[in-house]
């Protein structure tokens, strides 16, 4: 088994994009949506929910206004400043429950919070874990691990090759559970310089976490300077190129239609797509 | 005024009109930007700012006494964050996994554990051209951003228009932003993934309490369900940046929209004249 996860340090690359045509392109894998703060991948995989998950994050604090008396003590011993006028802040809560014990009267409790929900689904293209975490929620790193072992049991009990992560953006703790463990990290790029400040930073990651990165360079036709020196710093770097996707209208309209690109085009950036695939598969495993 | 741009979903535009909004502003009065994309911070490649002010910024951790610790373990029973293990004569912290709340501490029967700090990244700041721009950084392979965050917000001039650049998403770096705006100003793009994204973040802005626009960029590459959706819920739309090649490339090479293409400073003004009058009302409602 094989576990192949797309990143890409900024958002708005083309990660799901990449990732949603490798679906329809793979055969024999289980998917697995670890953006969970946006995740965007089932709208182009149209997924019929077969289990639903609830999620619980860290708790969060609660105050009895019938046994406080108004001491004040948690809200001077509270870190997070989430204690104000002797009520919980449930956005700056983050649960650590030092007010239960600061309070003389017992008067504060920690309560469960549901903080999202994750699911299995049929797709057209395999199975899919893929989970939402509630607007304003915290811990997605944990409901990435959720997502992501799901995947793995699955992947185990249908003997299924690969695992394909769409991953979030970004290099904190949602990326750290995304790409932990995994074999290969392909990191979707853009000759932008913004991309190639963040792809420097992904690749920092994938080297601290000792996984093998990848690099695909996407709309690579913006800027032609740009490409080279991302070209330049990945040979610097030792880390392979693996496709050059061309800026394709074509992309955008397979978004827009809810498909992935490759079932709906046979045009520049569908077919480098194709090649990136039997790329990535053929690779060796490290 | 305090005015976060996020977007739920990243490469939509964030940094370009916050960016773009600030430099517009900047000759009207004294306009700070401040980008809490602490995991991959944007802004300083289109503004090329002088930094002038570097810190570390630290969380504390604990430290355990061997000589005093019993091995009790009520510290990491008390941790919700499973960041201290006691076994057998062996008390271990994972620095990592603490948040600094400072539990472990308080329970300690033994005053066993202090504390010490740990720098988890930096903050910077400094300006250009009458801007005055602040970012963070957190350091690679650091999974809790939120402190990095409060480090850049602390750097909020009360007597100036501060601009927030929030990170994409949904969840707790977004909240940590936006949290304490007087407006939120949404960035999407007419694609499904936009309206997916612009929706969540939307009921991010209404769970904390902040009013909330939209600014459609690349408008043209898509669909109209993003504007049904905003007139639908109620949501202005302020501003519609075109889909054109050449702001990309524009983007690519690291220049802002109105270095590009100074014409926009006038819509980037009036779309904060709009933003003025309803965060007023937002705050009067």
Redesign the interface.
């Known amino acids: 088994m094989k576990e192949i996860v797309v990143l890409s ?5 083309g990660k ?1 994009a990449v990732l949603a045509s490798f679906a329809a392109l793979a055969e024999n894998s289980v998917l697995c949506d670890c953006d969970v ?4 991948l089932h ?1 182009l995989l149209e997924p019929e929910v077969l289990e639903t998950h609830d999620f619980y994050g ?2 969060v604090a609660h105050i009895d206004p019938e046994a406080c008396n108004e001491c004040g003590l948690c809200g001077a ?1 509270c ?2 400043d989430a204690i104000r006028d002797f009520q919980v802040d449930p ?2 809560c ?5 007010c239960t ?2 309070c003389p009267l017992e008067a504060i409790s920690m309560r469960d919070r549901l903080a999202g929900h994750w699911y299995v689904s049929r797709t057209r293209f395999g199975l899919l874990t893929h989970a939402r ?1 509630r ?7 944990k409901l990435v691990m959720a997502v992501r072992k799901r995947a793995r049991e699955i992947a185990a009990e249908t003997g299924a090759y690969y695992i394909l992560s769409d991953g ?9 559970s995304s790409l932990s463990g995994a074999q290969t990290a392909l990191i979707v790029t ?6 190639i ?2 792809l420097e ?1 992904v690749l ?2 994938c080297r ?2 000792r996984v093998r990165a990848l690099v695909c360079m996407n ?1 690579c036709d ?2 032609a ?2 490409s080279q020196r991302i070209e330049e710093q990945c040979r610097r770097l030792a880390v392979e190129v693996v496709a050059r996707i061309p ?1 394709d209208p074509d992309v ?1 309209r397979a ?2 239609e ?1 498909r992935p690109v490759v079932e709906t085009s046979d045009g520049a950036a569908s077919r480098e797509i194709r090649s990136l695939w039997e790329a990535v598969a053929a690779h060796p495993t490290p | 005024m305090n005015l976060a741009v996020a977007s ?5 535009g964030k ?1 370009l009109v916050a960016t773009s909004l600030a430099l517009s502003l900047s000759e009207l009065g004294p306009v700070q930007l401040l980008d809490c ?1 602490v ?2 911070p ?1 802004a300083h ?2 503004l090329r700012p002088t930094i002038d002010s570097s810190e570390p910024v630290t969380v504390p951790v604990p430290v355990v006494d061997k000589e005093r610790c019993t091995y009790c373990g009520l510290c990491a029973e ?1 941790c ?2 499973n960041a201290i293990a006691v076994a057998g004569s062996i008390a271990l912290v994972f620095p990592e996994l603490c ?5 472990c501490s ?2 300690c029967p033994k005053k066993a554990i202090s504390e010490t700090t740990r720098e988890v990244g930096v903050v910077e700041s400094g300006h250009v051209d009458g801007l005055r721009f602040g970012h963070g950084r ?1 350091n ?6 939120a402190p990095v965050i409060r480090a850049v917000k602390k750097l909020a001039d009360p007597e100036a228009t501060v601009i927030f650049d929030a ?9 940590e932003t936006v ?1 304490g705006s007087d407006f939120c100003l949404l960035v999407t793009e007419p ?3 936009g309206l ?2 612009l929706t ?1 973040a939307v ?2 802005t209404r ?2 309490g902040v009013p909330c626009g939209v600014v459609i960029n690349r408008d043209g ?3 109209d369900r993003v504007s049904e959706f905003c007139a639908r819920e109620g949501i202005p739309v302020l501003l519609r940046i075109p889909f054109d ?1 050449r702001i ?2 524009a ?4 220049e802002t929209l109105v270095a590009a293409m100074p014409s926009w400073r006038e819509a980037f003004r009036k779309l904060f004249d709009e933003i003025r009058t309803l965060a007023a009302v937002g705050s009067a409602a």
């Open positions: 340090g900024k958002g708005g690359t799901t703060d946006a995740p965007n709208l860290l708790q011993a870190r997070f956005f700056a983050e649960g650590c429950g030092l014990h600061v975490l607007a304003a929620q915290e811990n997605s790193g979030p953006p970004g290099i904190g703790c949602p990326a750290i853009e000759p932008s310089l913004s991309g400040h963040d930073r920092e990651l601290h976490f709309k913006l800027s300077e740009n800026f955008n978004i827009v809810g | 739920g979903k990243g490469g939509t940094t994309d995991e991959e944007n490649i289109l008390a919700a964050y948040h600094g709340c400072g539990a308080y329970v957190l690679v392979g650091e999974a809790m951003a990170p994409p998403g949904t969840s707790c770096p977004v909240v949290r694609t499904p993934f997916n994204d969540m009921e991010v769970e904390i590459m898509g669909d090649r990309a490339e983007y690519c090479r690291g």
